[in-house]
């Protein structure tokens, strides 16, 4: 979770000095890797704490759009903000 930001900045950089849309879209995916680890870990996380069961569905629907928007980019070729 801490190394695939990282990982996802590296990989944009030479994205973007050798014009690699596979290693862009590559970028993408490893940043939304980072974020679905933490919202994986807050899930869990307020899930023992507080015993709400119904947590994990809403983190996986928090995920969706966010998922959506992102493989939208990439197919287009654009970077994320992240």
């Known amino acids: 979770m801490l190394l695939m ?4 900045r590296k990989k944009r ?3 973007e000095q050798t014009g690699n849309k596979a290693l862009r879209a590559d970028a993408v995916q490893s940043a939304t890797c980072a974020y679905l680890a933490a919202l994986t870990l807050a899930g869990l996380l307020l899930r023992s704490t507080f015993g709400l069961r119904w947590l994990d ?3 996986a629907l928090l995920a969706v759009p966010i998922l ?3 493989g939208r980019r990439a197919r287009k070729g654009q970077t994320c903000s992240c």
């Open 5 to 8: 930001p990282l990982l996802a």
């Open 13 to 15: 950089a030479v994205a």
């Open 57 to 59: 569905q809403v983190a």
């Open 68 to 70: 959506i928007v992102e």
